[in-house]
């Protein structure tokens, strides 16, 4: 018996090799989804360390600010200026910042001093 025609050319080698193509892609394709999965794992073990790290300099300006807060009103205090919470997220006309007018320029005003109220003592508090 002989063996078949593919297009005028022996099939049999070219089965053969056809068959050796897909296992080497299909090992290939098996190698490319391992170094996919590892570096999923390690992009989520990046992330996972960003969000701590944002945490940290979350806290870390938040004492800052509250630190920069206390020593502004102790200041204005001893000074005899009139001191006033502020909280940016209250509802109103002059809502997300302090009155007052500010330009280059143009001279300050520290009659009476604005702090803003605390993230957690606001009406809206951030949710981040």
Same mark, same amino acid.
């Given at each position: *018996?002989?063996? #078949?025609?593919?297009? &005028?050319?022996? /099939?049999?080698? +070219?089965?053969?090799? &056809?068959?050796?193509? *897909?296992?080497? /892609?299909?090992?290939?394709?098996? +190698?490319?989804?391992?170094?996919?999965? @590892?570096?999923?794992? @390690?992009?989520?073990?990046?992330?996972? @360390?960003?969000?701590?790290?944002? @945490?940290?300099?979350?806290?870390?300006?938040?004492?800052?600010?509250?630190?920069?807060?206390?020593?502004?009103?102790?200041?204005?205090?001893?000074? &005899?200026?009139?001191?006033?919470? +502020?909280? #940016?997220?209250?509802? &109103? !006309?002059?809502?997300?910042? #302090?009155?007052?007018?500010?330009?280059?320029?143009?001279?300050?005003?520290?009659?009476?001093?604005?702090?803003?109220?605390? !993230?957690?003592?606001?009406?809206? !508090?951030?949710?981040?």
């Amino acid at each position: *018996m002989s063996e #078949p025609m593919l297009l &005028g050319i022996h /099939a049999t080698p +070219w089965i053969a090799m &056809g068959t050796i193509a *897909m296992a080497l /892609a299909a090992v290939g394709s098996l +190698w490319v989804s391992v170094l996919l999965m @590892r570096s999923q794992d @390690r992009v989520i073990d990046i992330q996972a @360390r960003l969000v701590e790290l944002q @945490r940290q300099a979350n806290w870390l300006n938040g004492a800052l600010e509250s630190h920069s807060t206390i020593r502004l009103k102790l200041k204005a205090e001893s000074l &005899g200026k009139k001191v006033i919470w +502020w909280d #940016p997220t209250h509802d &109103g !006309p002059t809502k997300k910042r #302090p009155p007052g007018s500010c330009a280059h320029l143009q001279q300050v005003t520290t009659d009476i001093v604005y702090l803003y109220v605390p !993230p957690e003592f606001r009406k809206y !508090p951030d949710i981040s």
